[in-house]
Nanobody
Framework: QVQLVESGGGLVQAGGSLTLSCAAS????????MAWYRQAPGKQRELVGG???????NYADSVKGRFTISRDNAKNTVYLQMNSLKPEDTAVYYC?????????WGQGTQVTVSS
């Protein structure tokens, strides 16, 4: 049974930083690409960025240079380091992994950036 559990969200002022964590279980973590998505109120869920098993990252243009995705295979955990946060980064952030034909999501963690 695949489980993804996010943590680390909260309220932060514009310009501040937060680090989100996603602990995975039920998968061979080191062999999987992981991704972070976010969904702001009234908007569609969008890709923030991803990290392959080989360490290759990709990011949405809106977060490039500010956000960094990393992983610790020993802890089965993927991280999203967010710097220089903006009010438009306010959203629920979700961890994601695809296993064969199935998509798995965490429960989400709220990030609110005040101006």
């Amino acid at each position: 049974q695949v489980q993804l559990v996010e943590s680390g969200g909260g309220l932060v002022q514009a310009g501040g930083s937060l680090t989100l964590s996603c602990a995975a279980s039920g998968i061979i973590f080191s062999e999987n690409s992981m991704a972070w998505y976010r969904q702001a109120p009234g908007k569609q869920r969008e890709l923030v960025g991803g990290l392959t098993s080989g360490g290759i990252t990709n990011y949405a243009d809106s977060v490039k240079g500010r956000f960094t995705i990393s992983r610790d295979n020993a802890k089965n955990t993927v991280y999203l380091q967010m710097n220089s946060l903006k009010p438009e980064d306010t959203a629920v952030y979700y961890c994601y992994v695809r296993q064969r034909l199935w998509n798995y999501w965490g429960q989400g963690t709220q990030v609110t950036v005040s101006s």
